[in-house]
């Protein structure tokens, strides 16, 4: 049960309680009576009513939740991890080099193939409930991996492709793991 909904129902029955108590033993505090009364059955309506529930924020006002992808992984030659990063609360991460006056939410600076990797190579963009990525007119490109298929698919600059958890994103010969 969700904190919220819980207080409610505490309200709820510390109304009610002061309500059956003030009858009890004041009677004479009718405005007591009615407003703890008022008070519990306020509160009983909340918790009966079927709320729409708000879209989880991960935390992050105005940052919503995503089912799904949640982090990318820098795999070695051996498929071991090298990195990771977070998409917690973001709607947006490119992929690229940090340079001196350039930094990037994916570094692959050291990444053994980096300097194939441009210094912006590619975006990772939230939008209708998915995430996808998008080539940044690079060089070398973008190919992705759908998750079962081995079929190495190229990406055309400019045209977003979704990604999904099990998905591996190759910048160069760099390998991303989407999960």
Request: net charge negative; hydrophobic share 40%.
């Amino acid at each position: 049960m969700e904190i919220r909904r819980l207080l409610d129902w505490i309200i709820t029955c510390v109304g009610l309680a002061v309500c059956i108590l003030t009858a009890f033993y004041w009677s004479g505090q009718i405005w007591l009576i009615a407003l703890s009364g008022g008070i519990a059955i306020v509160f009983f309506m909340i918790c009966c009513i079927q709320r729409e529930e708000a879209p989880e924020t991960n935390g992050h006002i105005g940052a919503p939740a995503r089912a799904g992808v949640k982090q990318i992984i820098h795999l070695g030659e051996d498929g071991g991890e090298l990195s990771r990063w977070d998409f917690f609360g973001r709607t947006s991460l490119v992929i690229g080099r940090d340079s001196g006056e350039n930094q990037v939410d994916i570094n692959l600076a050291d990444a053994t193939y980096s300097r194939f990797i441009e210094v912006e190579h590619a975006v990772l963009n939230y939008a209708d409930g998915s995430w996808y990525i998008e080539d940044l007119h690079s060089e070398n490109g973008i190919r992705v991996q759908k998750d079962g298929d081995d079929h190495k698919y190229k990406l055309a600059p400019s045209k977003p492709c979704k990604i999904d958890p099990g998905d591996i994103i190759y910048i160069a010969e760099t390998r991303l793991l989407v999960r």
